[in-house]
């Protein structure tokens, strides 16, 4: 969540600065209201607590000195304090939980190195890696492919499970193991520590990184009250939720492969075909936790490393960074990487990698010690590493060959135990 200081000391300020998401936060209305309110009983409270233990020690002293007619008088008014107290705390944590319901639906502030913009058509192209590829004949598009080849059963993944499930068959499951252990190997040589965490979360964790309230029609929600991840990126960004780290050990990098889950409410009539929109799917993860010195620099770093990966299998692709009205609810600056598709005749995002300052570690009271002994909130950045379906799909499609097969790149042959073709 947003520091609720920026509100109070810089309202009109911080309105203007979250209006260029393209959004009206209406609720933000009752903020000041709402604020000034709790800070009246807040005062009432703490001047309510010092006459009541003012009130406390004379009482002893007029015990002591035979005056007890005035000492139960101050009893009473004691007693009249205790309950008043009682009925001023009750509506301190009602304010609070009004304003924290406001403060958990206003997103991040984007940083003033983001453009301006309404929605995805203003985002701009930073770079590109090499050109779209060519072909000498008609490519197929990787649905197409994956069912000639029997890679993919489109129809028994729906009769199983339902709508935008697939199932993974022979050398098409065993690409996409090959892209989650690849991805995870570049990602550990970089300093990243792999971990295997569970699928399943707690609504905290959700809230500790902005996907609850705000997107709960996107998630799958058990019976038990608990969830299904919809990216890694919970799960690591909760792993020191509630503590205070020893600054000398930061910057501490994660990368996870997991299973993740979205309901895609909205997206009727999107990238139906294909495994570009699932409700099931891979993605391996990088999250970094770091100090509040150097986090841009931290997110150069890790958009470098997911281009790394695309880079090393050849596949084209360009950065782009997201506009205002395009951003993630809890990043302050966001790069999407785009991979080439042949079959949409252009780029399709296959990871965005986001600085969120210290806007998630509010929520999880993620902080750290600096060098002087002063506990900070800790930075944290997350990005995909990248979305493994997606890399699967950019794979098939790009390394097609004329015959119909599919020449393996070169660093993903080992495990193929040397084969060179999908056939």
């Known amino acids: ?165 697939i199932m993974y068959l022979d050398k098409g499951a065993r690409l996409i193991r090959a892209l989650q252990w690849y991805t995870l190997e570049i990602n550990t040589q970089a300093g990243f520590k792999e971990v295997l965490p569970p699928v399943v979360v707690k609504r905290e964790s959700l809230i500790g990184t902005g996907q609850l309230p705000k997107f709960e029609e996107d998630l799958y929600k058990l019976n038990s009250g608990d969830y299904l991840s919809p990216t890694g990126e919970v799960q690591l960004t909760n792993l020191y939720r509630g503590e205070i780290l020893d600054g000398n050990k930061l910057p501490i990098y994660f990368t996870t492969d997991t299973c993740c889950f979205r309901s895609e409410a909205g997206s009727a009539g999107k990238d139906t075909r294909g495994v570009i929109r699932q409700h099931q799917f891979y993605k391996t993860e990088m999250v970094k936790i770091v100090s509040d010195q150097n986090s841009f620099d931290e997110l150069e770093h890790m958009t470098s490393q997911a281009e790394k990966i695309l880079e090393s299998l050849n596949l084209p692709h360009r950065r782009i960074v997201l506009c205002t009205g395009d951003m993630g609810f809890s990043s302050a600056k966001t790069y999407d990487i785009e991979v080439w598709l042949p079959s949409y005749n252009s780029y399709k995002e296959i990871s965005s990698c986001s600085n969120c300052l210290d806007f998630q570690a509010r929520n999880l009271m993620l902080r750290y010690k600096d060098k002087n002994g002063e506990t900070k909130y800790c930075h944290t950045l997350n990005g995909s590493g990248l979305a493994i379906d997606r890399l699967w799909a950019a794979v098939v499609e790009n390394y097609q060959q004329a015959d119909g097969s599919i020449l393996i790149p070169e660093p993903l042959r080992k495990y193929f135990n040397g084969e060179k073709y999908i056939k």
């Open 1 to 165: 969540m947003l520091d609720i200081n920026k509100l109070r000391q810089n309202f009109e300020e911080t309105v203007k600065i979250l209006s260029t998401r393209g959004k009206k936060y209406e609720q933000l209305n009752k903020f000041q209201e709402l604020d000034s309110e709790w800070r009246q009983v807040t005062t009432k409270i703490q001047n309510l607590n010092a006459q009541t233990n003012k009130f406390s020690k004379e009482i002893g002293s007029l015990i002591d000195s035979g005056k007890k007619q005035e000492a139960e008088e101050l009893k009473n008014k004691v007693k009249e304090g205790k309950t008043e107290l009682i009925s001023l705390s009750s509506k301190k944590e009602e304010l609070e939980s009004e304003l924290n319901e406001i403060l958990y639906s206003i997103p991040n502030l984007p940083d003033k190195s983001v453009p301006i913009g309404k929605d995805e058509n203003e985002n701009v192209e930073i770079k590109k890696f090499s050109t779209p590829t060519k072909f000498d004949f008609k490519p197929l598009a990787h649905w197409d492919l994956a069912e000639k080849l029997g890679l993919i059963d489109f129809e028994r993944g729906v009769k199983i499970c339902g709508s935008r499930y």
